[in-house]
């Protein structure tokens, strides 16, 4: 981002900040200050839960003029409206000194539900290509082996694989909002819809005082009352599909996780506030103004709201400040809240919030614990001074980690915080083994990535042991870690392929490296000895030359070994950057990926590529020592989404509809529009 901005686009322009930083991967902009390697604060991030409402409205108004600026406070999850407070907050501020409620109750013990899970996977059907087994994670497409179940353009499609027809559909914009994605998540007979909604944050109000005059940067929300944010819908699908219940809570979506029939959802929230601005006014007027925002604004403006609707009757509710807990140091501008749903009922709950008072943006579970992290990038994006001065400090520069017990099925317990030093690149840097989290992270200025290995010691994450210097002046693209074995790609223009050995927790150490050209930006474990990357492959100089997909020999850990590769020239993978697009079938050995692959022009001057990109799905047989293709398919000139395997056939998911394909002929059995 370069350039001056005029002042009048400040505001907006920290708007926009807010709506878009939540994203993850490249996009994710580089920190320009380095923070020195302090090691992790025994106790610094210590979660303390509110004794009533007055101290929690004083300690999130201290918090938040301390990080307000002239231009606002930056946080993510949402504009902050600056307008009066709505009816339903002045409603819920009648009783902001009063007792908090009683804190979250303990979760009962009961035994671990991925016992049950972990190695019942049905051999007839993929599921979705998840982190750890027996914890599935929403997406686009999901199958029981019985149905597949997909969202296209608001509509939900129940197909049956048996039949290749689709036996249900149920219109999910019938208020009028047109939902753009959505992810499912799949229990019995019944399925939750979870749709990211932005609507809300963009139809809110940010004035602009100029000339006397109050104008609205955007239009107001219709409604100003209204709860805008992430919706979850419970939907039967027993016959034709029906609605049953939905959820709405202020905020946006980070994630969610799935053990049997027990969801956890964790939205992330920002204050209902937002900052007038006038042109005419002196920096130090401008932060005078906002921070008497702070001190007018009530305890309810920060809670974030939520409603549920069965039956036509609409429930509304706020998180408690009892139900609050903050770490020792936090900024006031965000909170995570942790839901549980039961997807086995016939209604939604109001969710059993469970809320910090801190950020987040990667979730991973293994099932019994939840982590949420966020390695507080954002803080650091360059923006307008004077803005930026304040904005970048050597502390933004470490991910905080923050712990819940989700071993039962009951409202979870937040149990222990800590932090590292650097960012993440996804949910596969964190990993639990054997009672301890191995978290690996790229230091702020990309001079080298370290893996700490934590555990948990009272109400804090503390650090067992860390082996540093992996790929210097490179970051991470990739991690996996398998049991006591860690795998680590950096790159900058060449790919070291690192194995970690995590044994003992005290003293990792690197055992072995793999220098080649290109990356992987995925890591697949694919039996025995054997690993599968699928990235792009580069130049000497580290340009990238097109996707490429290879097979590891990481049987011996000192001497890890590239045995086979495939390239594509000028194509790229959707599973390079989601692995949910992954499909390995162990039992026929099949690796399918989808493939955007741009053609030479044939009339056109040299190095000409046609636009848009074919869309096909790439399927290789994964042998041995080799990597062989058997065949692309293609669909309907759209770009293919998702595969899966449901009764030996090989399924492909786009946006216009799904298509069943013989799993060794690859020859079209069925062509399902979902249009």
């Given at each position: 981002m370069t350039g001056r901005f005029p002042r009048t686009a400040v505001a907006a322009l920290a708007a926009g900040v807010l709506l878009t930083a939540g994203c993850t991967g490249d996009a994710k902009p580089t920190p320009t200050r380095t923070a020195p390697d302090t090691g992790i604060p025994a106790g610094g991030l210590r979660l303390v839960a509110y004794d009533s409402c007055q101290d929690a409205l004083a300690d999130l108004k201290r918090a938040a003029k301390e990080h307000a600026e002239a231009y606002g406070i930056f946080a993510r999850g949402g504009l902050m409206r600056a307008d009066l407070p709505t009816a339903a907050d002045a409603r819920a501020m009648e009783g902001a000194g009063a007792p908090g409620v009683a804190g979250a109750p303990d979760a009962a013990a009961k035994a671990d539900p991925n016992a049950a899970v972990a190695g019942a996977a049905p051999e007839a059907y993929s599921g979705t290509n998840t982190h750890e087994a027996g914890v599935d994670e929403p997406d686009l497409v999901k199958t029981d082996g019985r149905r597949i179940v997909t969202v296209v353009?608001?509509?939900?499609?129940?197909?049956?694989?048996?039949?290749?027809k689709v036996t249900g559909k149920l219109d999910l914009g019938r208020d009028g909002i047109q939902w753009s994605n959505a992810d499912l998540l799949l229990s019995g007979d019944h399925a939750l819809v979870l749709l990211r909604e932005t609507y809300g944050a963009w139809g809110s109000r940010a004035p602009i005082i100029d000339d006397g005059a109050v104008k609205p940067a955007v239009p107001p929300a219709e409604d100003p009352d209204r709860i805008t944010g992430p919706r979850l819908l419970l939907v039967d699908l027993s016959g034709n599909p029906r609605l049953l219940s939905s959820y709405t809570m202020d905020g946006s979506l980070v994630d969610a996780r799935q053990v049997g029939a027990t969801v956890r959802v964790v939205v992330r929230s920002t204050p209902r506030l937002?900052?007038?601005?006038?042109?005419?006014?002196?920096?130090a007027e401008r932060l005078a103004t906002n921070r008497e925002v702070i001190d007018k604004a009530g305890v309810a403006q920060w809670l974030p709201r939520y409603e549920v609707t069965t039956d036509g009757r609409t429930k509304q509710g706020q998180v408690e400040c009892g139900s609050v807990s903050r770490p020792e140091k936090f900024t006031g501008t965000s909170m995570l809240s942790v839901l549980t749903f039961d997807l086995g009922a016939e209604k939604l709950s109001d969710g059993q919030p469970v809320t910090v008072v801190a950020d987040g943006d990667t979730v991973y579970s293994n099932g019994t614990s939840l982590y949420v992290a966020s390695d507080q990038r954002w803080r650091a994006v360059p923006m307008p001074e004077p803005a930026t001065a304040s904005r970048v400090?050597?502390?933004?520069?470490?991910?905080?980690?923050?712990?819940?017990?989700?071993?039962?099925?009951?409202?979870p317990r937040y149990v222990a915080a800590g932090s590292v030093p650097g960012w993440l690149i996804n949910q596969y840097a964190l990993s639990e083994w054997d009672g301890h989290l191995r978290v690996a992270t790229t230091a702020a200025d990309n001079s080298q990535s370290t893996v700490y290995v934590l555990r948990q010691d009272g109400k804090s994450l503390v650090q067992?042991?860390?082996?540093?210097?992996?790929?210097?002046n490179e970051r991470i693209y990739a991690v996996r870690f398998i049991g006591p074995v860690g795998y680590v790609v950096t790159f900058r223009q060449?790919?070291?392929?690192y194995t970690v050995d995590l044994t003992d927790p005290a003293a990792p150490k690197v055992t072995?490296?793999?220098?080649?050209?290109?990356?992987?930006?995925?890591?697949?474990?694919?039996?025995?000895?054997?690993?599968?990357?699928?990235?792009?492959?580069?130049?000497?100089?580290?340009?990238?030359q097109g996707m490429q997909v290879s097979l590891f020999d990481v049987s011996d850990l000192s001497r890890p070994d590239r045995l086979a590769r495939y390239h594509v020239k000028h194509a790229s993978s959707e599973a390079e950057y989601d692995p949910h697009a992954f499909l390995y079938w162990p039992a026929d050995q099949l690796l399918v990926v989808p493939l955007n692959s741009y053609r030479a022009v044939a009339d056109g001057p040299a190095g000409k590529l046609s636009k848009p990109p074919r869309g096909e799905?790439?399927?290789?047989?994964?042998?041995?020592?080799?990597?062989?293709e058997v065949g692309v398919l293609t669909q309907q000139s759209d770009l293919i989404r998702r595969t899966l395997v449901v009764d030996g056939a090989l399924?492909?998911?786009?946006?216009?509809?799904?298509?069943?394909s013989d799993m060794s002929s690859l020859d079209r059995l069925a062509w399902i529009p979902l249009s």
């Amino acid at each position: 981002m370069t350039g001056r901005f005029p002042r009048t686009a400040v505001a907006a322009l920290a708007a926009g900040v807010l709506l878009t930083a939540g994203c993850t991967g490249d996009a994710k902009p580089t920190p320009t200050r380095t923070a020195p390697d302090t090691g992790i604060p025994a106790g610094g991030l210590r979660l303390v839960a509110y004794d009533s409402c007055q101290d929690a409205l004083a300690d999130l108004k201290r918090a938040a003029k301390e990080h307000a600026e002239a231009y606002g406070i930056f946080a993510r999850g949402g504009l902050m409206r600056a307008d009066l407070p709505t009816a339903a907050d002045a409603r819920a501020m009648e009783g902001a000194g009063a007792p908090g409620v009683a804190g979250a109750p303990d979760a009962a013990a009961k035994a671990d539900p991925n016992a049950a899970v972990a190695g019942a996977a049905p051999e007839a059907y993929s599921g979705t290509n998840t982190h750890e087994a027996g914890v599935d994670e929403p997406d686009l497409v999901k199958t029981d082996g019985r149905r597949i179940v997909t969202v296209v353009r608001g509509v939900l499609h129940v197909v049956d694989p048996a039949s290749k027809k689709v036996t249900g559909k149920l219109d999910l914009g019938r208020d009028g909002i047109q939902w753009s994605n959505a992810d499912l998540l799949l229990s019995g007979d019944h399925a939750l819809v979870l749709l990211r909604e932005t609507y809300g944050a963009w139809g809110s109000r940010a004035p602009i005082i100029d000339d006397g005059a109050v104008k609205p940067a955007v239009p107001p929300a219709e409604d100003p009352d209204r709860i805008t944010g992430p919706r979850l819908l419970l939907v039967d699908l027993s016959g034709n599909p029906r609605l049953l219940s939905s959820y709405t809570m202020d905020g946006s979506l980070v994630d969610a996780r799935q053990v049997g029939a027990t969801v956890r959802v964790v939205v992330r929230s920002t204050p209902r506030l937002v900052f007038p601005y006038s042109a005419r006014a002196t920096e130090a007027e401008r932060l005078a103004t906002n921070r008497e925002v702070i001190d007018k604004a009530g305890v309810a403006q920060w809670l974030p709201r939520y409603e549920v609707t069965t039956d036509g009757r609409t429930k509304q509710g706020q998180v408690e400040c009892g139900s609050v807990s903050r770490p020792e140091k936090f900024t006031g501008t965000s909170m995570l809240s942790v839901l549980t749903f039961d997807l086995g009922a016939e209604k939604l709950s109001d969710g059993q919030p469970v809320t910090v008072v801190a950020d987040g943006d990667t979730v991973y579970s293994n099932g019994t614990s939840l982590y949420v992290a966020s390695d507080q990038r954002w803080r650091a994006v360059p923006m307008p001074e004077p803005a930026t001065a304040s904005r970048v400090r050597p502390e933004d520069f470490r991910t905080e980690i923050y712990k819940f017990d989700t071993s039962g099925s009951d409202r979870p317990r937040y149990v222990a915080a800590g932090s590292v030093p650097g960012w993440l690149i996804n949910q596969y840097a964190l990993s639990e083994w054997d009672g301890h989290l191995r978290v690996a992270t790229t230091a702020a200025d990309n001079s080298q990535s370290t893996v700490y290995v934590l555990r948990q010691d009272g109400k804090s994450l503390v650090q067992t042991g860390k082996v540093g210097g992996l790929g210097k002046n490179e970051r991470i693209y990739a991690v996996r870690f398998i049991g006591p074995v860690g795998y680590v790609v950096t790159f900058r223009q060449t790919d070291p392929l690192y194995t970690v050995d995590l044994t003992d927790p005290a003293a990792p150490k690197v055992t072995g490296e793999l220098k080649i050209t290109g990356y992987s930006a995925y890591l697949h474990p694919a039996g025995e000895g054997r690993l599968i990357g699928i990235g792009q492959e580069a130049s000497e100089q580290g340009r990238v030359q097109g996707m490429q997909v290879s097979l590891f020999d990481v049987s011996d850990l000192s001497r890890p070994d590239r045995l086979a590769r495939y390239h594509v020239k000028h194509a790229s993978s959707e599973a390079e950057y989601d692995p949910h697009a992954f499909l390995y079938w162990p039992a026929d050995q099949l690796l399918v990926v989808p493939l955007n692959s741009y053609r030479a022009v044939a009339d056109g001057p040299a190095g000409k590529l046609s636009k848009p990109p074919r869309g096909e799905a790439l399927v290789l047989k994964v042998g041995d020592d080799k990597l062989i293709e058997v065949g692309v398919l293609t669909q309907q000139s759209d770009l293919i989404r998702r595969t899966l395997v449901v009764d030996g056939a090989l399924w492909t998911a786009s946006n216009a509809g799904l298509q069943a394909s013989d799993m060794s002929s690859l020859d079209r059995l069925a062509w399902i529009p979902l249009s």
